[in-house]
């Protein structure tokens, strides 16, 4: 990363526009920085906000990775909703 590129980025964090906060935002969830959203891209922002939801030690099962395969779950589905939903093809 460029000096140029962190001191946008940092303006843009402390900018109270909240236009530039989104752009921001969007460009940290990008990536491979082509622009847009693919499917592993949108997986793994599910994955991550609902790793944060539930908790780690509660007790979901006998299996020690059962917390890993309901958050594994979840996030297919909810990425697949959200292709879903902009009527845009996961493939």
């Known amino acids: 990363m ?3 590129n962190y001191f946008e980025g940092m303006m843009k964090i402390k900018d109270q526009n909240i236009d ?4 921001l935002f969007f460009q940290i969830l990008d990536e491979n920085g ?3 959203f693919d499917y592993n891209e949108v997986y793994n922002l599910s994955l991550i906000s609902l790793q ?3 908790p780690p030690d509660k007790n ?3 299996l020690e990775d059962d917390k890993e395969n309901i ?3 979840l996030a297919e589905f909810l990425t697949k909703f959200v292709f ?3 009527g845009i ?3």
């Open 89 to 91: 093809e996961t493939d």
């Open 71 to 73: 958050t594994n779950i």
């Open 2 to 4: 460029s000096w140029q």
């Open 34 to 36: 082509d622009g847009s």
């Open 52 to 54: 944060r939801v539930i």
């Open 20 to 23: 530039n906060k989104l752009d």
């Open 60 to 62: 979901y099962g006998k």
């Open 84 to 86: 879903e939903l902009c």
